[in-house]
């Protein structure tokens, strides 16, 4: 930790010291400035200066942002960046004091949702997520917001959220607005939540085609379910963390002064959040039932399969033992039939009158004493 800080502090403070370029509002990526790559997007998203909740300016640059500031401080600034570059935020952190260690984290990116105080200064990570159902799976957006008494600044690192639906409609709600950058991070926590409901809807939907595909017999079920337990447990990973973010604004509600609307729309998030992870967590356990259930017929359907197939064999016996017996009973008489049949002179019993009838009792008697034991045993 002591040399992660030490790398921070060097490299901010490295910045501090370079010449800084001007950073203007960027219009489509076609007139981005020449040293951007080209497809490179616009770093600036957007750039407001309000007053009483009403936007009164649309500065070109950061520094001309902060100069509204420093001729009202009642102002609120809010700058939303996309993807900045290590020295473009270092420059933003310098114009507004912003602490290194999240500065360095908002540029390293792939932080886990938290919510972290530096004096006047609130740094929160989100992950807002979407689902596509197609591919089944839960695509997350990083939103870093840094937030102090007359500032908002936002930076993402993926195309959601979409935070221009964010702004237009607290700009179409002055009276929210102007109760600063609070309302920012409500609109914005809303906004996430929000978008967890069809996420949800999506997980719900394919929940239910996997418990018709696990009583059909379908054989790549397995994997299925699988797959949508691991995005369940990424989703469960981006929500579960927003109920310490929320109750950590709320310990802070009466030691800040947060205006009493502001604490009621928050807590009502709160209150989504919860729904959104008990239902997550239904989730979860379900998924886990469906596999012990697909686990449970695949092993009845595979001891249905060895009973067929062990009565094959068994019948298989039957028959065989059968067949046994039957030619046990045939070879005596073509053994009697066949000594005799060999016509040598010298053999006595062919001068015999009695030789003939003798030779057909003993061939009857021995096929009805092989048969009578045969028949006792089961064999016919």
Known sequence: MVDRRRASLTALSTLARRPRPELTLAPPPAAAPASAAPDRPALIVDNAVYSSGRRVATPDSVAESHEWLVEDPERLVWLGLYRPEPAELGELAEQYDLPELAVEDAIKAHQRPKFERYGSTLFVVLKAARYLDAAEEVEFGELHLFLGRNFAITVRHSESPDLSRVRRRLESEPALL??????????????????????????ANDIEQIETEVFRGDPGVSRRIYELSQEVLEFQRAARPLTGILAAITAGFDKYGVDEELRSYLRDVADHVVQVIERVEGFRLQLRDILTVNSTLVAQRQNEEIRE??????????????????AAILFAPTLVGTVYGMNFEDMPELSWQLGYPFALVLMVGVSLALYAVFKRRGWI
């Open 309 to 326: 197939l062990t009565e094959a064999s068994i019948a298989q016996g039957e028959e065989v033992k059968k067949i046994s017996a039957w």
């Open 178 to 203: 102007e109760k600063g950058s609070e309302a920012v991070l409500y609109a914005i926590l809303d906004a996430v939540v929000d978008g967890y409901s069809p996420v949800v809807a999506g997980l």
